[in-house]
């Protein structure tokens, strides 16, 4: 029987909280790990999950992940991903999946270290040559990843225009797992998230955002998802679990984001917290 588990590394926004670090997760299906979106911090929280009890998360294991989109406070713990593990003992190039433009931001990046990988490679440092750098997978919706343990499907959100934003679904033997990824609510995606076991989702203080300044409240209701519309999709998606995550609180507490939800759904909620097991 699988175990399987959703341990969040990062729940912030590129607000620079020191409490949360950049969005990050890892889906664990017994001893491997997934790692979904690389924020700023995503190599450190992934270490402190290993002393946590977590093993999975070791450096040696961080072999796979996935990019929901582009932007900046989602890679900028990209080059960390592919460089840390690798120095610590990663036996294979990090493999990972993302929506059009991934590959030029790999490129770019192994660019922009080769003379680190240089003096590594050819000093007194003992390393393995062979497991430097990223194999990048441009993905679009649809199944993207299947291995003996899990099915991966992406599937496209509401995150701006010019590019192609992406949430995932991890299917294994015990668990269906839905991460929305940055988005406004879509309802063409209620039917595919109806009844999973965990869904991850981005959301911004309904009661906050009232004082936000109008232009701001443009941008947020245009890219993110409020309390309010976050309610109504857990209604007619019903997951087990539903964790909050990309918290926007302005000022609001843990505690009245998930009391905002709570005024209209009945189900299960968690504010995410970093190093938080769901």
């Given at each position: 029987?699988?175990?399987?588990?959703?341990?969040?590394l990062g729940t912030g926004t590129p607000n620079a909280d020191p409490q949360r670090m950049g969005?990050?997760?890892?889906?664990?299906?017994d001893d491997v790990p997934y790692i979904v979106d690389f924020g700023p911090g995503v190599v450190r929280r992934a270490a402190a999950a290993e002393q946590n009890g977590i093993t999975a998360l070791a450096m040696e294991n961080l072999n796979t992940a996935f990019?929901?989109?582009?932007?900046?406070d989602h890679t900028t713990g990209y080059a960390d991903l592919i460089f840390t593990p690798w120095v610590l003992g990663r036996k294979h190039p990090l493999e990972v999946y993302g929506p059009p433009g991934l590959a030029d931001m790999t490129r770019h990046i192994l660019a922009a270290y080769a003379m680190d990988r240089k003096t590594r490679?050819?000093?007194f440092e003992l390393i393995n040559p062979d497991a430097y750098g990223a194999v990048c997978h441009e993905i679009g919706p649809g199944p993207v990843y299947e291995d003996?343990?899990?099915k991966v499907d992406a599937f496209g959100v509401d995150h701006g225009e010019n590019w192609l934003a992406l949430g995932y679904q991890f299917?294994?033997?015990d668990r269906r797992i839905v991460i929305s990824g940055d988005?406004?609510?879509?309802?063409?995606?209620?039917?595919?998230?109806?009844g999973c076991d965990v869904l991850v989702h981005e959301v911004y203080s309904h009661k906050a955002y009232q004082n936000r300044p109008s232009k701001w409240q443009y941008y947020h209701a245009h890219m993110h998802t409020s309390t309010k519309q976050l309610a109504a999709i857990a209604n007619q998606v019903q997951p087990k679990k539903l964790v909050l995550t990309h918290l926007l609180l302005w000022g609001t507490t843990e505690d009245e984001l998930v009391a905002e939800i709570k005024e209209t759904y009945a189900g299960e909620v968690v504010c995410g917290e970093d190093l938080g097991v769901y």
């Amino acid at each position: 029987m699988q175990n399987t588990k959703v341990v969040l590394l990062g729940t912030g926004t590129p607000n620079a909280d020191p409490q949360r670090m950049g969005p990050s997760l890892a889906i664990v299906v017994d001893d491997v790990p997934y790692i979904v979106d690389f924020g700023p911090g995503v190599v450190r929280r992934a270490a402190a999950a290993e002393q946590n009890g977590i093993t999975a998360l070791a450096m040696e294991n961080l072999n796979t992940a996935f990019l929901t989109h582009l932007h900046s406070d989602h890679t900028t713990g990209y080059a960390d991903l592919i460089f840390t593990p690798w120095v610590l003992g990663r036996k294979h190039p990090l493999e990972v999946y993302g929506p059009p433009g991934l590959a030029d931001m790999t490129r770019h990046i192994l660019a922009a270290y080769a003379m680190d990988r240089k003096t590594r490679v050819c000093g007194f440092e003992l390393i393995n040559p062979d497991a430097y750098g990223a194999v990048c997978h441009e993905i679009g919706p649809g199944p993207v990843y299947e291995d003996e343990h899990v099915k991966v499907d992406a599937f496209g959100v509401d995150h701006g225009e010019n590019w192609l934003a992406l949430g995932y679904q991890f299917t294994t033997a015990d668990r269906r797992i839905v991460i929305s990824g940055d988005t406004t609510p879509m309802d063409s995606l209620i039917d595919l998230w109806r009844g999973c076991d965990v869904l991850v989702h981005e959301v911004y203080s309904h009661k906050a955002y009232q004082n936000r300044p109008s232009k701001w409240q443009y941008y947020h209701a245009h890219m993110h998802t409020s309390t309010k519309q976050l309610a109504a999709i857990a209604n007619q998606v019903q997951p087990k679990k539903l964790v909050l995550t990309h918290l926007l609180l302005w000022g609001t507490t843990e505690d009245e984001l998930v009391a905002e939800i709570k005024e209209t759904y009945a189900g299960e909620v968690v504010c995410g917290e970093d190093l938080g097991v769901y």
